[in-house]
Nanobody
Framework: QVQLVESGGGLVQAGGSLRLPCAAS????????MAWFRQAPGKERGFVAA????????FYEDSVKGRFTISRDNAKNTVYLQMNSLKPEDTAVYYC???????????????????WGQGTQVTVSS
């Protein structure tokens, strides 16, 4: 089992930045690939970004490429989502997720991930 706790959400104006940490506990963090998803009201949970166990591979949803960066610090058991140039359409609850399976460019569906955090709200005002 891996326990995941997101933080760092809040209210920010369009064009602003936020950094979301997700702290992991339980099994060896470096054995898991990690990802961020988001869910806006009335919408399905959608993929944002993923990172491999070592951090050498990353994948992004098209609408966040060039604005968001996923990274990880295995010594601190933490994965991060740096979000810049935020837009109102980025408003959602952001979830971090973990999987013990290797990820690839197709690892964009929630069902590929085994453990989830409780989510953190990000609201971007226009």
């Amino acid at each position: 089992q891996v326990q995941l706790v997101e933080s760092g959400g809040g209210l920010v104006q369009a064009g602003g930045s936020l950094r979301l940490p997700c702290a992991a506990s339980g099994r060896t963090f470096s054995n898991y690939a990690m990802a961020w998803f988001r869910q806006a009201p009335g919408k399905e949970r959608g993929f944002v970004a993923a990172i491999s166990e070592s951090g050498s591979l990353t994948f992004y949803e098209d609408s966040v490429k060039g604005r968001f960066t996923i990274s990880r610090d295995n010594a601190k058991n933490t994965v991060y989502l740096q979000m810049n140039s935020l837009k109102p359409e980025d408003t959602a609850v952001y979830y971090c997720a973990a999987t013990y399976r290797p990820i690839y460019s197709g690892s964009r569906t929630p069902t590929r991930y085994d453990f989830w955090g409780q989510g953190t709200q990000v609201t971007v005002s226009s």
